[in-house]
């Protein structure tokens, strides 16, 4: 399971430019699947049979985008300007190095250097409008002949161990839900389950509406990266959840309101199993499940997240223990359902 989302967290897939992820996760799965097929969207459509044969009823669902950058223009002296792709918290990317277009070609985010700047100007948190990709180009011509505009441009980390059972890494949101899902995938199920790759969810989730009408399931289980926020800048009664605490169950969000029922279960199969569980203490951010909700006659909504901290940045930290628990009960969530 954590080597299947370190390697996910590894790729580029900026929103809307999956490609790099759906593949590899296509790679994956057919070999365990009874159909797989993309959709208009991009969505990668998986659809297992398991001992009980029950249609589409359930639907599994993990977005493969993540946050980055779109290059809007270049430069006469050859950088990228760039706008952002899903929500970035500006404060965070000067410096940082990311890998553009399909090339992923190397370069670094660059600003007006701190000496020349007034003390006014260091007051305030740049604009995007200020910063620029530097790829080491001499002029825009030579620029052009790297990188293309509307070229992506993701973020470049390493994925690490450290601490005690941490994984640091770019993209926690939401590889670790898609890691989950694979894994399921390579297990005997015991009922038919359709699993949805779904994109452009960090741009409003997009992908997932359009998976859900085509799929119709009844109940749909979303596995999420959710903001954790525990940190020394925030009183506890603005903190979200915490990581090593055991995966985290939604009954609400800035976007939906789950069924109460199915959170009822997942929380009585936490207990009974003896897992760890949490919910959010303070409502932030939202998922995929707030596009399925709303799909045809309206769909059965579950949560099941994994707390990581510095979301939608280059660098995110999670349990190693809280993903390998969400495969648990997301596991223990299907054979329920399969029971009836």
Known sequence: MIETLKTLCALSGVSSFEDEVRDYLRQRVEPHADSVRVDALGNLIVFKRGAKSTGNRLM??????????????????GFLKFGCVGGID???LLGKEVAVGPGRVPGVIGLKPIHLTTAEERKKVPKVTDLYVDIGAK??????????????????????????????????????????????????????????????????????????FSVKPEIALVLEGTTAADVPALSEDRQ????GRGPVLAWMDG?????????ERLRALAEENGLPWQIKH????????RAVQGTGSGVRVAGISAAVRYLHAPNSVCSQSDAEQMLT????????????
């Open 60 to 77: 599994l669902c993990a977005h493969m985008d993540e946050v980055g950058l779109i290059v809007k223009s270049v430069t006469k002296e």
């Open 90 to 92: 500006q404060r965070i």
């Open 139 to 212: 002029d825009r011509e030579e620029a052009l002949s790297q990188v293309e505009l509307g070229d992506f441009a993701a973020f470049v980390s390493d994925t690490v161990d450290f601490g005690d059972g941490m994984l640091k890494a770019k993209a926690i949101d939401d590889r670790v839900g898609c890691a989950v899902m694979v894994k399921l995938l390579e297990e005997e199920l015991p009922m038919d389950c359709t699993f949805a790759f779904t994109v452009m969810e960090e741009v409003g989730t997009r992908g997932a509406f359009g998976a859900a």
């Open 240 to 243: 979200v959840c915490w990581p």
């Open 255 to 263: 976007g939906a309101i789950y069924d109460r029922a199915l959170f």
């Open 282 to 289: 303070y409502l932030s951010g939202g998922t995929d499940a």
């Open 329 to 340: 009960l997301a596991r223990l969530f299907i054979r329920d359902m399969a029971r009836g």
